[in-house]
Each structure stands twice: as C-alpha cells, then as structure tokens.
C-alpha cells in the first residue's frame, strides 16, 4: 500500500472509531440522569482514592523515592488511559462473553476489521469520569509540571492502547477454551490493581512481572518517570510496546477466530 | 450467471461431551471428552443470480451453518463455495459489500436509537457517499414504509417494523445476494405478509438472489420458487415450491370448535379425525383428495363455527414424508 493510501486508510478507521464513539455517547444521553450520574460518581470515586494517598503522605514523605506528585501523574495516567479504553473500546473487557456467545457474527458480516468494530461498538460512559480525574490531577501537578502535560497525554494514549490490547490478548482465550470471562476479568483486576500502587513497593520477580506480562510498568510506571525527567528512550520505548501490544491483540484475534463457533442466543443491540 | 455455487461443504463442530452429574462435571476437568458432529455434511448446490429459494429443514439440520459459512462467519472444515464469484471465508470484508442478512434472532439496530441513526452508521460502516445512500435511504423509506417511525427508538417499535428496517438496513449498501434466516419468527400474520411482500419486490425490482431459511411453510409459498431442504446436514430435496407442494404438503391440520358437540361417526371423505372432544375436532385432510370447500361445509352442516384454524404441515411433516416416499 502506497503512502497516501496508508494514510487514507488510518484517517478512515480514525473516523469510524469516532462515528461509533459519537453514536455510543447519542445512545447514552437518551437517559440523562444515568448518564450524568455515571460520569460524575466515577470522578468522585476516583478522588477520593487520591485523597487516601494524600493522608498517607500526610505522614510519610515519600514511598522508595516517590513523592505524593509522582502519586498524582500515576493516577493521572491509569484513569486517564483506563477512562479512555473502556469509553471508546468499551467491548474490550467483554470480549470472552461475545466471542463464547457467538455475537461476533454481526461484525463479521460487515467491511470493517472485526476486532475494532467489536470493540468500539460499546462504550461504558463511566470511563468519561475516569477521563475527567485525569484532566483534574494533571492540574493538580501544578504549573512546573505543566510542561509535562503532552507527554502525560501521549502517555495516557499509549496506556489505552496497552489496556485494550491486554484485555483482547486474554479475551481471545475464549476462542480455546470457551468459557474465559472470568479469567480474563481477573488478570484485567490484576493489571489495574498493580497499576495503583507505586513502583518501589514492588521488587525482583514482581518488577519483571510489571514490565512483561502485567505490563503495569509500560503502562503507569514509565510515564510517572517521564514527568520526573524526559527521556526519549523511555517515551519511545512506551510507544514502542504500545504498538507491540496492538500487533500481538489482532494476531491472537485472527488466530482464535478460524476456531469461532457462532452461536443462536437472541442479541439486541444496545 | 451464478450468484451462489457450494460444493462438498463440510463444517464439523468438535462437541466436548460430559457424563452426567457432578461426578460427570468432575471426570470433564481432567479428562474431556469430545465428539465430532457433522453439522453440514457434504452439501453441494448452486443458485443461479435473481433466484428466490428456501433452504428449509429442522433445528439442527444445518441451515444456519451453511448460511453461516456462506457469509463468511465460519470457516468450512472442507469443501469449497463461492458468493458472487468470492470465497467467503477468504473474501469475507470484500464479500460484505456484495450480500445483505438479516438474522431473526439478532438485530443490527441500535437498540436505543432511532432507525435513521442505525441507517446513517450503517452507511460510514460501508463507506457509502452521501449522494449514494440518502437517495438510496428515501426509497427505502417509502417502498418500507418506514417514514412513521424513522425517529422513534427502536426500543418503541413493534416487531413487525423492527423486521422491516432490519430488512432496510441490509438492503442499505444494494447487495446482490440477501441472506434471511428466519426473517418471520414471532411475527403476526400481516407483518409476516408484509416482509414476505417485500422482499418479493426487491427481488423482482432489483433482482436481488434470495436464500431464505424458515419454520414457516408460507414464507416458503409465498417467496420462493425453489426449495432446498436440508436433514442431518444431507441436502435431501433439491425441487420447486410447486412441485414440493404437489408431492410433499398434500395435508392440512384442522382444528374447529362448534357451538355443539359432535354426535356419532364422522364420516368426510379424505379427512381423518386425530382428536375429538365435544365440539373440538382436530382433523387431517388430505387435500389432494378433498377440497377445503368440502370439509367446510361438512363442518357448517355439524353445527356453527366459532373458531377455525387451519395449518400447514410442519418442515419436519414434509420431512417424514420425503423420506416415507424414498428419496
């Protein structure tokens, strides 16, 4: 594919993803309570964990070297990265369910990649919320680390990225062995759980584990260091995983969907 | 020119098989056992472009399978097929852009939307310019009748104008070939009548190739001209509507509730009375040999009518009797 029609391409998916968003966010708004709700009992929610860590570091100045400012960016970028996963690829923590059910055939029967399809078809506009905690606790970084704002966005980027590919690569388990909801709800859990704590609590196998197979590292701990310090290296090695994980998430989607069974459970689309 | 061309199609779904019970459940975890089912076993057909036909069987024949592979949706375990010239499960997103579906069971409209908005997506799914679809979208619209409720959720609308823009919305892109499995199911009788009437129409105006799976004997009657039906994966008739009709649906069930009940031997030639309890009959006629005329009014002279049905036989009545005549 020539340049142009590369380009082409990327700026039609760019445009179908943001089609879908809009028509998520459309069908959303038809009720307005449930809407407003959602959003802001998340962004209160979210608070409210980084109020916990600013009464721990009340009392300690810092956790192996991390100040309650590398808190905040890692807050920053979970919710923001997490918010946007689950807003604008909201089918990707339900993908075991849809595959085992067999409701992949809609996508299946349309011009588009399946996968993406599937995965912006629904959005969980609790995510909006999460997306705005990140917005307010970059500001609460402060003007000096207000240089430190694109990155933190990029980053952010990235981590979706990161977030949905994950969840794809453990929902794709459900094309071998049917029924994998739950274990890929866990490692999901697993993943975030790891990404809200700070980097030095954890040490040897547990720090391997976060930069391999629960990426937490790519996805919170490397940004956190980049509002320390820039560093390129680190920021293409980011972006570099994020790709990785993009790549990986569609070679497992289109190996396990040669063994997709279908299925006959009666479907709406909501 | 041929829309549709299967061979040998084969699909085999590996069953795990698990023994009863607990202890059953247990002996599964640490040693699974699975078996083959040949879900379509060899079927071979071809379609020819603007022809209506039905792919009729009973649950588990492997109707949906073969639709299934058809459109791309599974892969085949063998056997080889093309739709307007592509592999499905090769082509499958070139293919998209050539075929509509419309499941029964599964809608494509967003639930909380209105019809328009499902419309208006479908259209930036498959890269449709505007100057294309909204003329295209309009005479849906009228020739659907859609315009009531364009703007209502489809969470408001009844089934029937449900099935109606369903049936809009896979048309939307001018498809070639149109898949419908079970595009009736839980309908009443007018908007049953209704989708049959369209999609005869678009097959006529357009020249759209339909295969159509049903339960239901008049979407068969009414729609197609052609019929293939289907038995534990075997194409087992290959035949016209007319000529299924002459030699396979020569019966109709009749169930009537008189005002009085019915004294002594009913005695209507070609009809066999199955049950009898005070005024409700349910009767067999044989309507190769009697008329409905006839055995209506036998029925006035036993007294008056308050509630009649009358029924065609089952997919899996024609069944029984193409297998009783030994094809």
Request: aromatic share 8%.
């Amino acid at each position: 594919m020539s340049t142009a029609g590369r380009t082409g391409a990327v700026t039609s998916q760019v445009r179908f993803v943001w089609e879908h968003f809009k028509f998520n966010l459309a069908a959303a708004m038809e009720y307005k309570a449930g809407f407003v709700s959602q959003v802001v009992f998340m962004l209160l929610n979210d608070m409210f964990l980084l109020f916990f860590w600013w009464i721990v570091f009340r009392r300690v100045s810092s956790i192996g070297g991390w100040t309650f400012q590398h808190v905040i960016a890692m807050h920053a970028t979970l919710a923001t990265s997490f918010g946007i996963s689950v807003a604008v690829f909201g089918n990707s923590q339900g993908l075991p369910r849809i595959i085992a059910e067999g409701q992949l055939d809609y996508y299946l029967l349309l011009p588009r990649d399946p996968l993406l399809h599937v995965l912006v078809s629904r959005s969980d506009i609790s995510g909006l919320g999460d997306v705005a905690f990140g917005i307010v606790a970059m500001a609460l970084l402060g003007r000096e680390r207000l240089s430190s704002l694109p990155v933190l966005c990029i980053t952010a980027l990235a981590g979706a990225a990161i977030f949905t590919s994950f969840n794809v690569i453990a929902g794709t388990l459900a094309f071998f062995v049917g029924h994998a909801q739950t274990i890929s709800d866990q490692v999901g859990n697993a993943l975030i759980t790891f990404s809200t704590y700070p980097e030095p609590v954890f040490k040897g196998a547990v720090r391997v584990l976060l930069y391999t197979l629960l990426p937490a590292g790519f996805m919170v701990y490397l940004p956190v260091r980049l509002v320390s310090a820039f560093d390129p290296f680190v920021l293409a090695a980011i972006l570099s995983f994020a790709a990785a994980s993009i790549a990986a998430a569609g070679w497992a989607f289109r190996r396990g969907l040669k063994r997709y069974e279908s299925g006959s459970l009666v479907v709406v689309r909501m | 020119m041929t829309a549709i061309k299967v061979r040998d199609l084969v699909k085999v779904f590996k069953v795990a098989h698990k023994r009863p019970g607990l202890a059953g459940s247990l002996r599964a975890i640490v040693r699974t056992e699975h078996v083959d089912v040949r879900a379509v076993d060899g079927v071979t057909f071809s379609v020819e472009e603007g022809e209506t036909v039905a792919f009729i069987g009973p649950n588990g024949a492997g109707k949906s399978t073969t639709i299934k592979m058809l459109t791309g949706i599974l892969y085949p375990t063998s056997g080889e097929a093309t739709v307007t010239g592509m592999t499905p499960w090769k082509q499958r997103q070139r293919l998209s852009r050539s075929i509509g579906c419309v499941f029964g069971q599964r809608s494509q409209l967003w639930y909380h939307l209105p019809p328009r908005d499902t419309f208006e997506l479908l259209a930036h799914v498959y890269e449709l310019p505007v100057s294309q679809w909204k003329p295209r979208l309009t005479t849906l619209a009228d020739r659907f009748e859609l315009r009531a409720f364009m703007d209502t959720p489809v969470r408001k609308l009844s089934l029937g104008q449900r099935m109606r823009c369903e049936i809009a919305a896979s048309l939307l892109h001018a498809p070639r070939v149109l898949f419908l499995d079970e595009p009736t199911v839980g309908l009443d009788v007018m908007a049953k009548r209704a989708i049959r009437d369209l999609v005869l129409e678009m097959n006529r105006e357009e020249g759209v190739t339909v295969l159509l799976t049903s339960h239901d004997v008049g979407d068969i009657e009414q729609v197609c001209r052609r019929v293939m039906v289907i038995n534990h994966g075997h194409l087992v008739l290959d035949t016209t509507v007319a000529a299924l009709r002459r030699d396979f649906m020569k019966s109709k069930t009749v169930r009537v509730r008189l005002d009085s009940p019915v004294e002594g031997i009913l005695n209507i030639p070609g009809v066999e009375v199955l049950k009898r309890k005070r005024g409700n009959l349910k009767l067999l006629v044989n309507t190769a040999t009697t008329s409905m005329d006839d055995v209506l009014a036998h029925l006035m002279q036993l007294g008056t009518i308050e509630d009649i049905t009358i029924a065609d036989p089952s997919t899996e009545q024609i069944i029984a009797e193409i297998y009783a005549s030994g094809r």
